[in-house]
T-cell receptor
Framework: DVKVTQSSRYLVKRTGEKVFLECVQD?????MFWYRQDPGLGLRLIYF???????EKGDIPEGYSVSREKKERFSLILESASTNQTSMYLC????????FGPGTRLTVT | AQRVTQPEKLLSVFKGAPVELKCNYS??????LFWYVQYSRQRLQLLLR??SRESIKGFTADLNKGETSFHLKKPFAQEEDSAMYYC???????????FGKGTKLSVIP
């Protein structure tokens, strides 16, 4: 069974802090994704990566960056957290379909 | 640009009644369509995809290219079907998914 794990289930950060969200998958998938999930807005793609050190912007990359130094790990970075980045963040990896992690609920105060 | 529209934010049906969750898409080529489901406190998971033409938990969905629709149907709703349902589209040869905004299905006992 594919396992996608995320470093935290819940996170509370202050405005202006640098925030790291980590995602690890154990199935040697090349493709990994970061989404944010908001009520009434569905899932919106922030960034994705199709190989180590490769990254592509999704639909809403502003205010975010990513890092993929190893195949199994894909990190989402909020350089300076803002209150409008309070959200549920979902990571996924894929081969023929996307497998999702449990999500990190980030609150920025 | 590709787009997925789920016109209903919330759908309430009685147990045993038929269910239809609507999904319309906009895409110029031949897309791959998916339905994902998120039960309360669980991670997002694949329910079905149009290329496999299978029935999962009694749900089916048929791709109608003429109407650009991929509606999800079940003849008799069960309480355990209560969840958030997302329709998603992948463009030809793409690993990226575009999600609809989701429909919350509530099955009334």
């Amino acid at each position: 069974d594919v396992k996608v794990t995320q470093s935290s289930r819940y996170l509370v950060k202050r405005t202006g802090e640098k925030v790291f969200l980590e995602c690890v998958q154990d199935m040697d998938h090349e493709n990994m994704f970061w989404y944010r999930q908001d009520p009434g807005l569905g899932l919106r793609l922030i960034y994705f990566s199709y190989d180590v050190k490769m990254k592509e912007k999704g639909d809403i990359p502003e205010g975010y960056s990513v890092s993929r130094e190893k195949k199994e790990r894909f990190s989402l970075i909020l350089e300076s957290a803002s209150t409008n980045q309070t959200s549920m963040y979902l990571c996924a990896s894929s081969y023929d379909r996307q497998y999702f992690g449990p999500g990190t609920r980030l609150t920025v105060t | 640009a590709q787009r997925v529209t789920q016109p209903e934010k919330l759908l309430s049906v009685f147990k045993g009644a038929p269910v239809e969750l609507k999904c319309n898409y906009s895409y110029s080529g031949s897309p791959e369509l998916f339905w994902y489901v998120q039960y309360s406190r669980q991670r997002l998971q694949l329910l079905l995809r149009h290329i496999s033409r299978e029935s999962i938990k009694g749900f089916t969905a048929d791709l109608n290219k003429g109407e650009t629709s991929f509606h999800l149907k079940k003849p008799f709703a069960q309480e355990e079907d209560s969840a958030m349902y997302y329709c998603a589209l992948a463009g030809a040869g793409s690993y990226q998914l575009t999600f609809g905004k989701g429909t919350k299905l509530s099955v009334i006992p």
